[in-house]
């Protein structure tokens, strides 16, 4: 069993930047492919950003990419996401999942429902606003 905690979401200012932590429990961690999803009030789930179970590589959504990066620290069971010039519209709360092996990222981010991945969080609320 894998419970997934996220953390580092909060309040920033357009162009500002948060880094949040997707923190496992168990063992076994670096055969899980990650991803983060977000959701607004009213909006569709979206996936945001995936790193991959077997060499750790990454894949963004058009509407994160060059802002946004993930990375992994399979010692410390933990994925990160460094966001970097926020815009409002980046205002969700944001989920991390596992899926165990070699998951594509594609496949992944296309499945928005929580009840379909492995293991999901509880999720961080991040709000971007002057």
């Known amino acids: 069993q894998v419970q997934l905690v996220e953390s580092g979401g909060g309040l920033v200012q357009p162009g500002g930047s948060l880094r949040l932590s997707c923190a496992a429990s168990g063992s076994a961690f670096d055969t899980y492919t990650i991803g983060w999803f977000r959701q607004a009030p009213g909006k569709e789930r979206e996936g945001v950003s995936c790193i991959t179970s077997r060499d750790g590589s990454p894949y963004y959504a058009d509407s994160v990419k060059g802002r946004f990066t993930i990375s992994r620290d399979n010692a410390k069971n933990t994925v990160y996401l460094q966001m970097n010039s926020l815009k409002i519209e980046d205002t969700a709360v944001y989920y991390c999942?596992?899926?165990?092996?070699?998951?594509?990222?594609?496949?992944?981010?296309?499945?928005?429902?929580?009840?379909?991945?492995?293991?999901w969080g509880q999720g961080t609320q991040v709000t971007v606003s002057s």
């Open positions: 999942a596992a899926d165990w092996g070699p998951v594509y990222c594609s496949t992944q981010l296309a499945v928005r429902s929580d009840r379909d991945h492995d293991y």
